[in-house]
């Protein structure tokens, strides 16, 4: 009896500590992969909050506090992501949570989070469902400021098929759940031009030798491959059309620039293409101040994911910007300021002005994404004309 | 026709590299009658080895084939330290204690921890390994093959060449071959049945290391490189038998081409699967697998 009385009084002593310490601070958590085969995608996200947490606390903070990183290494696993969740929620008190990468991670996590009715930002997880997991909820706690799959599907067929004119597309996709709604995505999107893929081939994560899925696309006939997997496989398939001296051109989602894409291709994923919500070019003030500041802070001379950084960067500003009208760290309030946001916040993708409504959970819209191209080992804009200009921020259209 | 001789070709080259990893398992189960199942972690630490040898040489402007030749000596000696250490902490013991299931345990864990050390190390990203050769590939008769492919397949026939000759002519293959035989009876003539099983790990080991640094300049070097390669192998060397080195080349190299030949006439969702249907059909009708000789335990 008495050592229970013991324990209670240590429990308590101690939750009165933390209550103290959490009171000089809000604390933000921040979850992603930071080993693993997406991390570069996982650091330069952590990077770019990093560098906007940074910005607003020499600011002053917010609500006169300073905001504080919970960053935990979900590992891209869905198990490790949930026990973070729950450690965020329940140990470390966050007001709200950035992040995801893996659209499976972002899945099984996020059901904690929209119980504790705190709000999560997915800044770089692309599948469609994760901004409305639950329909029938009364009130939903995920937000995005990411390309959604259902945007990067319709604009790599509307790409390959209205602007390019190619008429015999061959989907390559990986067996993950990435890999094979993306591919679903996309053969919806060219239905609804009429067109069929001539091929819609599938590889495991792993798989070394893709001769057999590249000359399945080629004696089909196909005049462009399209493509939903990540890095390594996809520069496997790059390589098998160079060994079988075949190149048409490649189109896919965002992930043809993932570094290890780029750097393990080499030459032959030249003129690979994707939708990019921000290419590394300092096209406007804002973003040559957020590109110099990255590099002073994190050296090189290349983001290892340039969209991961910019979406992490925008998306710690957003939520600033959401705790500071809505004075107050409630999850509840949070979440209403995030629906009708009054202050225009000016990010680095573009300027989001009323970026979510009760019922639109997505701050990047159709317009704004551009494609990529990879030239010698970086991405640069496929048409430059996309860019120029006014048209350097493009901003979602009222609804 | 000539995609019919491309997929072949290629299924080939896969094979091969199944084949020498199969290898390895067939030199430890002929001594001791244990397996390393690590095995794709020893081609895994080869292939990295490899990597950070070559990346240095090449840093001292020697060329890229140069300095794959030298790297070779480097990446054998590794293989055959890392299997010894392998059966000193992980089979040793479980041998000497007549343990059943204790070596199983101890090369996963070994597998697993060896993993985790190379993720450490080298990070978990997929590394891209300079090639020797170039990587224009080579058309012969339409049937393209890139130059390193040739290369796998004639540097894994060799390394296999060569460990059966040393096995059968050198005075430490009879040693093999007794010890294989009858462990007591040979232990009671004065063979070092110890160090010979130790020495058959760390061939073994050298195999896989030497696996690993074939097919790495045509795939990509990490940390998790060696598991679907090592599961295969584990494959092959049922289907070909334990106990016969033609059992894991022709094994490896009809799981190789039956891959490619699936993937393309019947669907690149079904590739695996024929191989592990072989796998099943081997298992009931001849357990010892298809070149194996039906080993009878007397009890």
Request: hydrophobic share 50%; with cysteine; proline share 4%.
């Amino acid at each position: 009896m008495k050592r229970s009385l013991f324990a209670i009084a240590i429990l308590a002593s101690t939750a009165l500590t933390s209550a103290a310490f959490a009171a000089d601070t809000i604390k933000i958590g921040l979850s992603g992969p930071f080993t693993g085969g997406s991390s570069s995608m996982g650091v330069s996200m952590r990077d770019g909050v990093k560098l906007a947490i940074a910005e607003i606390n020499k600011a002053g903070g917010v609500l006169g506090k300073q905001l504080q990183i919970v960053e935990r290494d979900d590992e891209a696993k869905n198990d490790v992501g949930v026990q973070i969740a729950q450690e965020l929620i329940n140990k470390e008190q966050v007001v709200a949570t950035l992040g995801f990468i893996n659209t499976g991670v972002g899945q099984a996590s996020q059901r904690f989070y929209q119980e504790a009715e705190i709000p999560v930002i997915n800044n770089v997880a692309t599948g469609s469902v994760l901004t409305h997991q639950w329909p029938d909820a009364k009130a939903n706690y995920v937000f995005r400021n990411a390309a959604s799959d259902t945007i990067q599907s319709v604009m790599i067929a509307e790409e390959a098929v209205k602007r390019q004119g190619f008429k015999k597309p061959a989907i390559l996709a990986d067996s993950t759940n990435y890999g094979q709604l993306g591919q679903k995505d996309l053969t919806d999107a060219l239905a609804k031009m009429d067109v069929k893929p001539v091929a819609t081939e599938k590889f495991n994560i792993g798989d070394t030798d893709m001769t057999a899925q590249v000359l399945k696309a080629k004696e089909a006939g196909a005049d462009v491959i399209l493509t939903y997997a990540i890095g390594p496989e996809l520069a496997q398939i790059a390589n098998a059309m160079a060994k079988l001296g075949w190149k048409v051109p490649m189109i896919g989602s965002w992930t043809l620039s993932m570094a290890s894409f780029i750097d393990t291709s080499g030459p032959n994923g030249d003129g690979a293409m994707m939708p990019q919500t921000f290419i590394e070019a300092p096209t406007t003030p804002k973003r040559k101040e957020f590109i110099e500041a990255y590099h002073k802070a994190y050296g090189g001379d290349r983001m290892p994911s340039p969209v991961s950084a910019a979406q992490g960067y925008d998306s710690a500003w957003l939520l600033a910007a959401a705790i500071t009208q809505a004075k107050s760290t409630d999850g509840r309030k949070i979440k209403d300021a995030l629906e009708n946001l009054q202050t225009k916040v000016e990010g680095v993708v573009t300027v989001y002005d009323k970026p979510y409504s009760a019922t639109d959970h997505e701050a990047i819209s159709a317009n704004i994404p551009v494609f990529g191209l990879v030239k010698g080992g970086r991405v640069v804009p496929a048409h430059p004309e996309d860019v120029a200009g006014d048209k350097a921020v493009r901003i979602k259209p009222k609804s | 026709m000539n995609i019919l001789a491309q997929l072949i070709v290629s299924g080939v080259v896969v094979g091969m590299i199944y084949g020498v990893i199969a290898f390895g398992y067939q030199l430890t189960f002929a001594t001791s009658k244990t397996l390393n199942f690590g095995q794709g972690e020893a081609l895994m630490l080869g292939a990295l080895v490899g990597l950070t040898t070559i990346n240095f040489l090449i840093g001292q402007q020697i060329g890229a084939f140069a300095a794959y030749l030298l790297m070779l000596p480097v990446v054998l000696a590794f293989g055959l330290m890392q299997g010894a250490v392998v059966e000193f902490l992980g089979v040793r013991q479980a041998i000497r204690t007549k343990s059943e299931a204790g070596w199983i345990m101890a090369t996963i864990a070994l597998g697993i921890i060896f993993k985790n050390l190379a993720e450490n190390i080298w990070g978990r990203d997929a590394l891209r390994f300079p090639s020797p050769l170039p990587e224009a590939a080579l058309s012969f008769a339409g049937v393209r093959i890139q130059p390193m492919e040739i290369c796998i397949v004639l540097g894994a026939l060799a390394l296999m060449i060569a460990v059966e000759i040393f096995n059968r002519r050198s005075i430490y293959g009879k040693a093999v071959v007794a010890t294989a035989n009858d462990r007591d009876a040979a232990g009671l003539m004065g063979i070092n049945t110890r160090l010979v099983i130790t020495f058959s790990y760390a061939l073994s080991s050298m195999a896989a290391a030497f696996a690993g640094v074939l097919v790495a300049p045509v795939t990509l070097t990490g940390a998790t490189m060696g598991a679907v390669l090592g599961l295969k192998a584990f494959a092959v060397a049922i289907i070909g038998g334990l106990s016969s080195g033609v059992g894991v080349v022709v094994g490896g190299l009809i799981l190789g081409i039956t891959e490619n030949l699936t993937g393309y006439y019947i669907s690149t969702g079904y590739k695996d699967v024929p191989g592990l249907v072989l796998l099943l059909l081997v298992l009931t009708f001849k357990p010892s697998g298809l070149f194996g000789s039906a080993a009878i335990k007397k009890v």
